[in-house]
Each structure stands twice: as structure tokens, then as C-alpha cells.
């Protein structure tokens, strides 16, 4: 009688687990997103959300949900309603910063997925980035501004060990299209700063920008330095852009890597329980893009790499890696305790609580995966008109922008998602 | 006793259903307009209310006005241009200039210029009435007001973080310039300090 009422409460526990396991996101969420990769590769943004909209996202996952929606409103064109989901995501941003009690403990006894997804400073300073952009195809440069300045902010408060150059070019990009040159120049150094703390080769357009900015402003030391450094014979001077207007292509390639778990399984010799350690790793990828031809009337301008998102979520990752392992670690010593002190009641709920703890031992694999993985950027100066403008990837594709007006002492800024790319490693590091 | 343990038990879920229900509802609470609520920290109502009230208060205390009406014998003609945002947020710049026309409108010392759009679709309207309406009651053109000054102006913020502990400092600048001579006639400064606090724990 005794032994079938402990069988009859295993196997309900057994039943309350699963279920309480589906519900705890232990289905990675790695594999839920093929659809929407998928639509996404074949420059199908509509079906793209059709798929995100079909995902299994929870209230945790809410944030991840807000900013892919706002990324692919942007690749349908739809830029308000892009800027609208992104502007949330910041409030979310601020009412998520704060540390849940809450989440940790079910973190520290579940799996790291159980805590609300909070992005990475990286991540953070796109949101900011894609919402410039916006606002600059919009010609609204008063609120590009705003997010130049709220992006500025946030990278003066997480002084990262590893630097994002792009951000603070396309600071100095806004600072000049608002035509406040001496903060462009504040911006251009730091994003100089980076590239060399980073060790990434400086573009070429970062470097005329310095020249010309030095020059204008009188800082005739620093030319000098910048001169001697960048060994340029030329470059476009201040006045002779003052009399003609700019265009600024940035093209976001590829798509970033995304995480998936690596998993060590054992199995106990004394009492045969089960044991997983699972820790997240990025998979590496190749754009099937490298380059591409901004074209106005008969001038060609190449685009230049600006910045490798990858490199900084493989970066932000190696930096989580202590904490993540310390929280995995403790996640043993707390599963085990669970595990041994059911056996000790009966061994087949102790079975039971093993097989649960083992399969809620999963990496935590969100992320921001509507990312590109490159930033292309291309700059030309015309004199001021109306132009018919091309994009042209080196795979032949191109998109044109018809009858833009480009006016004197203006930038006009145009951009394009291509996330095509290839995945070339599913192995951790 | 049966019954009297059922009679409970129905009033204790019927309790605790409501209870979860309220929790889950949207709540509607009518205030007054004046009332101050802080939420985020961010410039709100508020702050744009306040603001606009204090500085149209002072540029109408000021000699410009009664040295203007004794040369001209007339009330000046002010228009607002615009106020540029120069701040760390997104604000409505609209609804300021709108609080900002209202207090110089009801103060009832200046005529008051429509703006640049509202000029573009009363001047379509008066085209209009030219060719479609009774010449006893449509109005000409050519017999605008033009305006003796603009006023114009900025918002900028200076931020002071340390974690979750924010020190905000805005600062609204007017000016009123003569639209004759460009003189500057007036300028006046508003401050704004405020310390937002951050939870750094939730549930």
C-alpha cells in the first residue's frame, strides 16, 4: 500500500516537473528562431515577423521580442513604428536594470534563463544606434541628437574593457549632419581611442574626418600627429564641403552568430545520478557580403568596415564566462542537495528529481539575433542636387533610392540590412 | 453546519478571486491638471508648465514691453519660433510652445502672431474665400500682422551619474529678439534640478 502510494506521488511530481520545465524556457530558444532566420536570409522582414510573432517567448523573453520587432520594422520600412518598439525597449532597459531576488534564486536552482534577459552594453548601445539611424533617414536630426547624447551616456557609465568604436563615429556623425563640428571632433577621437585600444585598423573615412575637423578647428598640433600617423597626401577640407552636400550609406551585413549550449553530461559511479553542466558559446559565421559601391550620377565610393558586432558579443561573453561557470557551479551543489535529500525518502522520487534537475540544466542562449554581424559604411559628397542613388553589393544585388535631394551643407543618410551569411562552426572555442 | 462551512468557503474564494481580479485590472484615477506626479524623472507636465508660466511672467515684466507700447503706441505683435532640444531626452517641444503661447495670450500685454503652418492654411483659406465666397465676407490678402519680435529658445540637460543615483540639471533659455534690428530685447534662464533614485532590487 506503501509502495504504491510513493509511486503514485513520483510519478505526479514527475508530471508537475515537466510541465513546470516546459514553462521554464528550457526549450533553447537557439532553435525556436530557424523560422525567422530563414525569412530573414530570404529579405522576407513581413514573414520574418510572422515567425518572431509565432515564437514561444515568455515574459522574460519580452525585451528580446520588443527588439527584434523594432528591427525588422526597420528592414519593412516602417521607421516610426521601428523607433516606437525601440523607444519601450529603453523603459523596459530601465525597469529591468534593477536586480530581481526573485530570478536569481530561481537562476542559481533552474537554469540562467530563468532571470528576465537584460542585453549587453553592445547591445545596448545598437539600440541607440539603429534608433539614430532612424530618425536620421527620417530627417528629424534634433532626435538623433537625443539618442547621440543618451548613447554617449551610457557608454561614459559602462567604460567597457572592450571598446565599440562604432558607436562613437556614429556619434560624430549626428554631431556633424547637426553641424557641431568641435563635438564631432570630441566623438571622432574617442572612436579613434577605440580603434587603437581594440588594435582594429583605423578607416580611412575616420582618419579624413580627423584631418579635416583638425584643420578647420585650428588644432595644428594634432593635425601634425594625425599626419605623420595616417601618412594621407589628402583629404576633403572643411570649406570645400561647406559648399557641397553629403551622402552617408551604411549597410548593416550579415547576421550576428548565435549562442548555443555546450554540454558536459556524467553520470555518478557510487549512486548512478545524473549530472549536466551546460555553459552558452557563439557560433561563427561568415556575411556572403564584403564590400559594396555607393553610386551617385557617374562617382563610386566603396564602404569601409566600420565595426564587427561579432567580435563584441564574443568579447561580452569571455567577460559573463566567470560568472556564468560560478552560478552553473552552485546550480550542482543546489540540484545535488535536492536530488540526495528525495532519495534519502525514496529512491524512485530521488530518480525523478534527477531526471528533472538534468534536463533544466540548460545554457542561457538569448540574444539580441536580428543583429547584423558587420557594419559597412560609405560616404561621398556631391554638389548639392537631386540624384538618382544605388547601393550595389559586391554580389551583384543593388537597391536604388530614387530623386534625393541632396542640399548644401547637409548629409543624407540611407542604409540597408542584408543579413545573408553563412554559418562556418557550431564548436566552442 | 455543513452549509455555514460551505457559506465560508464560497465567501473566502469569492474574496480571493476578487482580490487576484483587482490585481490584474486597469485602474483609472481622474486628477487635477496642476497636480504634480513624478514617474520616471523625465521633463514632464509639469516641468513644461512651470517653466513656460515663470518666463513668460518675467519677459512680460520686463522694460522692453512698456518702452515698445510708449515709442509705438500699440501693443507689440510677438511670435514664437523655435525652441530647439538640445537635451538627453525626447520631449515634446510642441506642448511647451503651446503652454508658452497661452500664458502670452491670456496675459493680454502682446497681439499674438500664428505660426508659420497656421499661416500656410489660413492664407490657403483666404485664397479660397477669394474665389468662393461672398465679397461682403471674404477677407483680403496682404493685411497680416506682422510680428515685432520672436521668441526663441533652447532646453538643454547636463547629466550626473553615479549607478543608479542620477542628478538631472535642465536648463531652458529664452530669447526675445526684435524682428526689425535683430537686438536681443530680452533673455531670460530657467533651472531645473532633480535627483531620480533607481531601485537597484525588485521583486
Redesign the interface.
Same mark, same amino acid.
Given at each position: 500500500m506503501s509502495h504504491h502510494r510513493e509511486t503514485a506521488r513520483a510519478v505526479s511530481l514527475i508530471f508537475i516537473l515537466l510541465i513546470t520545465l516546459l514553462g521554464s524556457g528550457c526549450v533553447s530558444i537557439t532553435y525556436q528562431q530557424d523560422a525567422l532566420e530563414k525569412h530573414l536570409m530570404s529579405q522576407q522582414p513581413q514573414q520574418a515577423m510572422v515567425a518572431l510573432d509565432a515564437l514561444k517567448l515568455g515574459e522574460r523573453d519580452k525585451l528580446i521580442y520588443q527588439l527584434n520587432k523594432g528591427m525588422l520594422l526597420r528592414m519593412q520600412g516602417d521607421i516610426k513604428a521601428s523607433n516606437e518598439t525601440l523607444?519601450q525597449s529603453k !523603459?523596459m532597459i &530601465?525597469?529591468l &536594470?534593477? !536586480?530581481? %531576488?526573485?530570478e536569481q534564486a530561481a537562476a542559481v536552482s533552474i537554469n540562467d534563463s530563468m532571470r528576465s534577459y537584460l542585453p549587453p552594453i553592445f547591445e545596448r548601445a545598437m539600440l541607440h544606434c539603429v534608433m539614430a539611424l532612424n530618425y536620421l533617414e527620417l530627417n528629424d536630426n534634433?532626435?538623433a541628437? !537625443?539618442e547621440a547624447?543618451?548613447l554617449d551616456?551610457l557608454l561614459?557609465?559602462h567604460k567597457e574593457k572592450n571598446p565599440l568604436p562604432f558607436a562613437h563615429y556614429i556619434i560624430g556623425l549626428i554631431f556633424e549632419a547637426n553641424n557641431e563640428l568641435d563635438d564631432a571632433l570630441i566623438a571622432y577621437r574617442k572612436a579613434y581611442d577605440d580603434y587603437r585600444t581594440s588594435k582594429t585598423k583605423i578607416p580611412l573615412l575616420l582618419q579624413q574626418d580627423l584631418l579635416r575637423l583638425t584643420e578647420h578647428l585650428g588644432l595644428d598640433d594634432e593635425e601634425r600627429k594625425y599626419q605623420t600617423e595616417f601618412q594621407l597626401k589628402q583629404w576633403p577640407t572643411q570649406a570645400a564641403l561647406q559648399q557641397q552636400g553629403q551622402v552617408v550609406a551604411i549597410i548593416f551585413n550579415g547576421l550576428i552568430p548565435r549562442k548555443h549550449s555546450q554540454e558536459i553530461n556524467a553520470q555518478s559511479f557510487n549512486n548512478g545520478q545524473l549530472h549536466r553542466i551546460s555553459v552558452p558559446f557563439y557560433e561563427t559565421r561568415s556575411p556572403q557580403v564584403r564590400s559594396a559601391t555607393l553610386i551617385i550620377a557617374d562617382q563610386r565610393s566603396q564602404t569601409e568596415l566600420l565595426d564587427q558586432l561579432d567580435k563584441h558579443a564574443n568579447a561580452n561573453l569571455s567577460e559573463q564566462m566567470p560568472a556564468i561557470i560560478a552560478r552553473t557551479i552552485a546550480r550542482v551543489g543546489v540540484k545535488n542537495k535536492v536530488v540526495d535529500n528525495a532519495r534519502n525518502q525514496s529512491p524512485l522520487l530521488g530518480l525523478a528529481l534527477n531526471l528533472a534537475t538534468f534536463i533544466s540544466e540548460q545554457a542561457d542562449t538569448r540574444a539580441w539575433n536580428t543583429l547584423p554581424q558587420d557594419i559597412l559604411i560609405a560616404r561621398s559628397v556631391v554638389a548639392p542636387g537631386r540624384y538618382d542613388l544605388e547601393l550595389k553589393l559586391d554580389n551583384q544585388r543593388s537597391k536604388a533610392w530614387p530623386e534625393i535631394e541632396i542640399a548644401r551643407q547637409k548629409i543624407k543618410f540611407i542604409s540597408w540590412y542584408w543579413p545573408n551569411s553563412n554559418v562556418t562552426g557550431k564548436r566552442p572555442k | 453546519m455543513i452549509r455555514k462551512v460551505m457559506t465560508g468557503t464560497t465567501l473566502l474564494a469569492l474574496m480571493l478571486g476578487g482580490g487576484l481580479l483587482s490585481g490584474c485590472s486597469t485602474s483609472v484615477e481622474r486628477m487635477a491638471v496642476e497636480e504634480s506626479i513624478d514617474l520616471?524623472g523625465d521633463w514632464n507636465d509639469t516641468d513644461s508648465r512651470l517653466v513656460s508660466e515663470e518666463m513668460i511672467r518675467d519677459v512680460l515684466s520686463r522694460p522692453w514691453l512698456s518702452e515698445f507700447t510708449a515709442q509705438k503706441n500699440k501693443a507689440p505683435a510677438v511670435i514664437v519660433g523655435e525652441v530647439?532640444?538640445?537635451? @538627453?531626452? @525626447?520631449i515634446n517641444v510642441a506642448t511647451f510652445v503651446g503652454d508658452m503661447e497661452r500664458e502670452l495670450i491670456n496675459a493680454g500685454k502682446v497681439e499674438f502672431v500664428a505660426s508659420k503652418t497656421e499661416r500656410g492654411e489660413i492664407r490657403n483659406e483666404r485664397q479660397d474665400q477669394e474665389l468662393n465666397a461672398r465679397n461682403d465676407t471674404a477677407k483680403a490678402m496682404g493685411q497680416e500682422i506682422g510680428a515685432d519680435f520672436m521668441l526663441k529658445g533652447t532646453i538643454n540637460?547636463i %547629466?550626473d551619474?553615479d549607478g543608479?543615483t542620477q542628478v538631472r540639471y535642465y536648463q531652458v533659455d529664452l530669447t526675445l529678439i526684435s524682428m526689425a534690428d535683430n537686438r536681443k530685447v530680452w533673455v531670460g534662464q530657467k533651472k531645473i534640478k532633480k535627483l531620480v533614485k533607481?531601485?537597484?532590487?525588485?521583486?
Open positions: 523607444e !523603459v &530601465d525597469k &536594470d534593477a !536586480v530581481s %531576488l526573485r534634433n532626435s541628437r !537625443v547624447l543618451q551616456e561614459k557609465q | 520616471s530647439k532640444n538640445l537635451s @538627453h531626452e @525626447h540637460t %547629466l551619474t543608479k533607481r531601485p537597484g532590487m525588485r521583486w
